[in-house]
């Protein structure tokens, strides 16, 4: 069975690119970098579409131009899911992906440094209140 394209590859290429696009010439872009992957325009439409209704994307839509340019900047906090390909590196492109174990490891590492912050906060409180002079 023939693999698709994922949305992490045309976020890839669009960020690199910071262009202005059709459907038609991300397509081709897309089928120039990926030749063995199924590409056709009904992919790409519904991948930038996607990208435009994120509120993790930040993608542009050319107000004056038709047929519709996307410009796809910068993806916060969009997380791609891996899905079993596995001629993809993952660590060669510039978006991140992740699987839930991903996820929850990066959040107990947010939650131990916050851990780690509130005792440091505890220990100067308590350092100032033993070594306060009494009135």
Do not use: W
């Amino acid at each position: 069975m023939e693999q698709k394209v994922s949305s992490i590859e045309v976020a890839d290429l669009l960020i690199r690119r910071r262009d202005y696009m059709t459907v038609a010439e991300v397509t081709r872009l897309v089928e120039t970098e990926y030749p063995h992957l199924v590409v056709n325009t009904g992919i790409i439409s519904n991948i930038l579409r996607s990208f435009v209704r994120s509120p993790f994307a930040q993608c542009r839509v050319h107000p004056d131009a038709y047929p519709r340019q996307y410009r796809l900047e910068a993806m916060n906090g969009y997380i791609f899911k891996v899905r079993g390909r596995k001629d993809l590196n993952y660590d060669s492109l510039c978006v991140e992906s992740a699987t839930k174990m991903v996820l929850q490891k990066k959040e107990l590492e947010q939650l131990s440094v916050c851990a780690l912050a509130r005792e440091l906060m505890d220990m100067c409180r308590r350092g100032r209140i033993e070594n306060a002079p009494l009135m």
